[in-house]
């Protein structure tokens, strides 16, 4: 029994070390409790394609940096044959426009800590969570920064 991420990028996206990043995201679905075959699909788009999914599903107009579909969270499921737990899309031009602008907080101001944001940020919408209401919102951004000290600031980068 696994968790595969699979993570894909446009051609006009340049990423260093993609293999980081899968196994980061394996790492954070693991820690959610998932157990048996799962999979999970991270993309990393570019501003145009990114923009064209925040209209079609969410209704909303321009660029942002993550948008996630979740598809089937069932932590009970043990089966042989793997589950989608999701997708998440990722836009690095945005996110990199987010981290130069020193939001401060659990942003800690270069590409590589906000990608490894938006990738909690995208497997805890995939596991159910939402930040709709303020109660919500407190709720994962207190376990996003968790995470982040647990799996991403520890690590030797």
């Not at 303020?134 to 991403?152: G, Q």
Request: charged share 25%.
């Amino acid at each position: 029994m696994s968790i595969k991420v699979f993570l894909t990028k446009s051609s006009d996206i340049e990423l260093a070390n993609t293999e980081r990043w899968q196994k980061f995201t394996e790492i954070l679905i693991e820690s959610q409790g998932v157990l048996g075959n799962a999979e999970c699909y991270v993309s990393f788009v570019t501003e145009a394609e990114i923009a064209e999914l925040n209209a079609t599903y969410m209704e909303k107009q321009g660029p942002t940096d993550v948008i996630s579909f979740p598809i089937s969270w069932d932590l009970e499921l043990t089966e042989d044959v793997p589950r989608i737990l999701g997708e998440i899309f990722i836009c690095p031009t945005i996110a990199d426009k987010n981290a130069k602008k020193n939001l401060g907080g659990i942003h800690r101001g270069t590409i590589e800590d906000e990608l490894a944001l938006l990738l909690v940020h995208g497997v805890l919408h995939i596991s159910g969570m939402d930040h709709e209401q303020d109660d919500e919102a407190l709720a994962m951004e207190s376990l996003e920064f968790e995470l982040l000290c647990k799996y991403y600031y520890q690590t030797d980068q």
